[in-house]
């Protein structure tokens, strides 16, 4: 189990909906890995990232697929790319499997 955390400390974490729009393949990532670019609606825009999700999702599956994100992380560099955003998902060893929503939501919905 990790490092208890305060309520205040869980509130700075800004989570949302948003749709995958592009996904492309990036060969300088270190391990398999696609570029994804996510919409999170009219406030926020759109963000992109990178996500080592080539094992399960192939690119055709991933758009126009919810997920939910972190979106208020600073900007990473990873090889020659600045992710701004993380997707989560369930993670055992390579394995991740994304979290969504059960149904269509709003892009941009916070998640609490």
């Excluded at 909906?17 to 696609?34: K, L, S």
């Excluded at 609606?41 to 094992?55: C, E, F, N, R, Y």
């Excluded at 997707?87 to 055992?92: H, K, N, P, R, T």
């Amino acid at each position: 189990m990790s490092e208890t955390i305060s309520w205040q400390d869980f509130s700075k974490t800004d989570m949302r909906v948003g749709t995958i729009i592009g996904v492309a393949d990036f060969p300088e990532a270190r391990n398999a890995a696609y570029i994804i670019q996510l919409d999170f609606g009219p406030h926020i825009g759109i963000k992109k990232t990178s996500a080592q999700l080539t094992d399960r999702y192939p690119k055709n599956e991933l758009l126009g697929r919810q997920v939910i994100a972190v979106v208020n992380f600073p900007k990473k560099q990873i090889a020659n790319f600045m992710s701004e955003c993380l997707i989560l998902g369930a993670v055992e060893g390579k394995d991740v499997i994304l979290l969504q929503p059960e149904s269509h939501v709003p892009n941009g919905l916070k998640i609490s």
